[in-house]
C-alpha cells in the first residue's frame, strides 16, 4: 500500500516497507489518510487505530503521520490530521492520542493537543511525548 512507503521512507529509513506494517493497520477500525498530487505521487500520510490510551481510556492512537519534506509547511499535515478526526468522531469519539516526536511537537499542539507526563526515548525514533485530546462523537 502507498501509505506504507511514504511511512518507511519518512520514519523508519533503516527499515524495509514491510517491516513498517503492522497487524493492526488491517483492523476493521483503522484508517488510512493519504495526500496525493496531481501527479499522483503520495506526499502525505497518516493512520488512526482504535487503541486505549497509555492511562487505560478508551480510544484512538494516531500513528505514523508523515508528510514528504519539499511539501511540509503548507497544511498538508493538518489536512490529513482533519481527515483522521472525522473518522475518530464517526467511530464514536474518545481519546486520540499519539507517541509525539519532539520535533512534531508544535504541529500537534497547533492541532488541539497537549503533553502528557514525561519525555521517552524510543530506540528507533530518539526522544518523544505522549500527546492527547478529547474528540467528540458524530451526532
Ligand atoms: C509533523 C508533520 C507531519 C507536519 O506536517 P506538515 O504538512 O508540515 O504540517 P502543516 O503544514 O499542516 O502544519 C500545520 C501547523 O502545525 C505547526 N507546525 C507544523 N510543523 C511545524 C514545525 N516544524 N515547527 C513549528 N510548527 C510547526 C504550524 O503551526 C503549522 O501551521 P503554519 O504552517 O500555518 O504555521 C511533518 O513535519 C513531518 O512529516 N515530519 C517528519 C515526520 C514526523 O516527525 N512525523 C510525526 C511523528 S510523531
Known amino acids: 500500500m502507498e501509505t506504507f512507503a511514504l511511512r518507511q521512507r519518512v520514519l523508519r529509513p ?3 516497507v514491510r517491516d513498517v506494517e503492522t497487524p493492526r493497520d488491517r483492523d476493521v477500525d483503522t484508517a488510512h489518510v493519504i495526500a496525493r498530487l496531481v501527479t499522483g505521487e503520495v506526499v502525505g500520510t497518516g493512520t488512526v487505530i482504535r487503541e486505549e490510551s497509555p492511562w487505560g481510556e ?9 508528510v ?18 472525522e473518522h475518530v468522531g464517526a467511530g464514536g469519539g474518545g481519546t486520540l492520542w499519539c507517541v509525539a516526536r519532539l520535533s512534531a511537537v508544535p504541529f500537534y499542539e497547533r492541532a488541539g ?9 524510543d530506540r528507533d525514533t530518539g526522544p518523544t511525548v505522549v500527546m492527547w485530546c478529547e474528540q467528540v ?3
Do not use: C, K, Q
Open 137 to 139: 462523537a458524530d451526532r
Open 58 to 66: 478508551a480510544g484512538w492512537r494516531l500513528r505514523w503521520m508523515a
Open 68 to 85: 514528504a519534506p519539499d511539501h511540509r509547511r503548507r497544511g498538508v499535515g493538518a489536512r490529513l490530521l482533519a481527515a483522521l478526526v
Open 14 to 16: 533503516s527499515l524495509t
Open 113 to 121: 493537543f497537549t503533553i502528557r507526563g514525561e519525555p521517552g526515548d
